[in-house]
Nanobody, 117 residues
Framework: QVQLVESGGGLVQPGGSLRLSCAAS????????MGWYRQAPGKQGELVAT???????DYADSVKGRFTIFRDNAKNTVYLQMNSLKPEDTAVYYC???????????WGHGTQVTVSS
């Protein structure tokens, strides 16, 4: 099992930056992959970014060049650095862990990101 605790959401103006954090209860290197998803009101959930235990990254087209997923292995934490934020980035952001041979899923509680002037 793994528990996830997110932090870092908030209100930011368009063009601004935020950094989300997701602290895992075990080594992120022991987790198959960790990622960030978002859910905006009235819209389907969207994969934002993922990072495998081996360090491979993948991003949604809508955030490429603006968002970066990275981790601090010593802190068992994965981050999502979000730059050049747009109003359409407004959503609840969820951290996800894919772990174990059966690819079990664990979700964080979510953190609200609001981009508005």
């Amino acid at each position: 099992q793994v528990q996830l605790v997110e932090s870092g959401g908030g209100l930011v103006q368009p063009g601004g930056s935020l950094r989300l954090s997701c602290a895992a209860s075990r080594s992120v290197l022991s987790i198959n992959a960790m990622g960030w998803y978002r859910q905006a009101p009235g819209k389907q959930g969207e994969l934002v970014a993922t990072m495998t235990s081996g360090g491979s990254r993948d991003y949604a087209d809508s955030v490429k060049g603006r968002f970066t997923i990275f981790r601090d292995n010593a802190k068992n934490t994965v981050y999502l650095q979000m730059n050049s934020l747009k109003p359409e980035d407004t959503a609840v952001y969820y951290c996800n862990a894919d772990f174990g041979p059966a690819h079990e899923q664990q979700w964080g509680h979510g953190t609200q990101v609001t981009v508005s002037s």
